[in-house]
C-alpha cells in the first residue's frame, strides 16, 4: 500500500491516499499492524511539507479562506492536503465541519486533497489519526498540509501541537468583547486573522488593534522594539470572500518560517512534536493496559465503591490498583533499565 501512495500524482494515487487513511482509521487490531509498517514505510518520505493549524469559531470563514488560501497556493505550484479535527464528531458522531458542500472548488481540484475529520472515538483518538494522515499526505507529495479545526474543546491544542503555524480565525466584532479572546488560545497563536474585513473596516481595524492589545497583554507580543530574530505573533486582517488579503496571509506565513528556520525554532518545535506524540502514545498505551488487566478489572469495583462512600482515600486506592497490574512487559526485559531517563520528559523540551 505504501508503493501506491508513494506513486506519481493522480486519480491512483488519490485513491491510494483514502484507503491509507481508511486503513489508519480503524480499529481493528490487524489493520492497525498493516498501518504500523506502512507508517514506517512511509516515514523517510514524510515531514517535508509546512503544516498549517487553522482554528475559528463556526461561521468565522475557515472553509471560505481554506479554500481561497488552497486555491493561491496551486496556482503558486503548490499541492494542498487539507484535514479536520472536529470534537463535535468524536461525541455524537455529527459533526460541524461535515458539510459536504464545503471547499467545492479545492475538493475537486486534482492538486488538492481534503479529508473531514474522522467521527467517534476521543479526541486524543482523533488527533492520532490526523498525525498519521498528515505524514501519509506528506510522503504522496504534498508539500502544504492544513489542519482545521472548530474552536470548542481542546481541538485546538491538539492542532497546535502538530503544525509548524498556528492560526486564529477571528471576527471583527469579536474584539468588542474581551471574554471572547480566551488567553489558552491566544498563547497558541502565531497569527491572529480578522476576517470579513469587508464587511465593517472600521470595526476590523478596531478588532486588529483590541487583539494586538490583548496578546500584548498575554505577553505574547513585546511592548518594546520588535527582535528581528524571533518571530512575534501578528495579527492582520482580510476578506476571505473577497479572496482581498491571502497573498498577504501567506508572505506572513513564509517569513514565520524563514525566521524560524534560521533561528533553529522550527525544527526544534517539530522535534518537540514528536516526543510529545510519543509520550502521549506511551500514556494511552499504558493507560488501556492498565485498564484492560485481569487484576484490576477484578479489584475495580470494590475499590471505586470504597473511594465513593470516602472508605478509602483515592490516592490509596490508585496506589492499590497499580500495585496489582501487571502490565505487559516484552520477554528479556531489564526491569532495572527503566531506572534510567534517557528521554526527554513531557514539556521539558523548548516552546
Ligand atoms: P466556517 O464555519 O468557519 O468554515 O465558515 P464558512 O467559511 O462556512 O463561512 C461562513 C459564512 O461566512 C459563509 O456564508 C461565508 O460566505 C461567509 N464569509 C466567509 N468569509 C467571509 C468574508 O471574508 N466576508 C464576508 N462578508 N463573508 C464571509
New binding site residues.
Partial sequence: MAQRVLAAAGPAQRRAIAKAITLLESTRADHRAQADEMLTALLPHSGKSFRLGIS???????????EALGLFLIDQGHRVAVLTIDPSSTVSGGS??G?KT?MQRLSVHERAYIRPSPSGGTLGGVAEKTREAMLVCEAAGHDIVIVET?GVGQSETAVAGMTDMFVL?QLPNAGDDLQAIKKGVMELADLVVI?????DPDAATRAQAQVTGALRLFGQMPHGPRDGQAWHPRVIQ?????GQGVEGFWNEAREFKSLRTANGQFAARRQHQALDWMWERIDAGLKQAFRSDAAVRQLLPQLKAAVEAGRVPASTAARRLLAAARLPRHPGDDPGATQEHEFMEPGSGPG
Avoid: C, E, Q, Y
Wanted: without cysteine; aromatic residues 4%.
Fill in positions: 475559528g469559531v463556526p461561521g468565522v470563514g475557515k472553509s471560505t479562506f481554506i460541524i465541519l458539510d464545503r472548530v480565525m476576517n470579513k474585513a469587508d464587511l482580510l476578506s476571505a470572500l473577497l
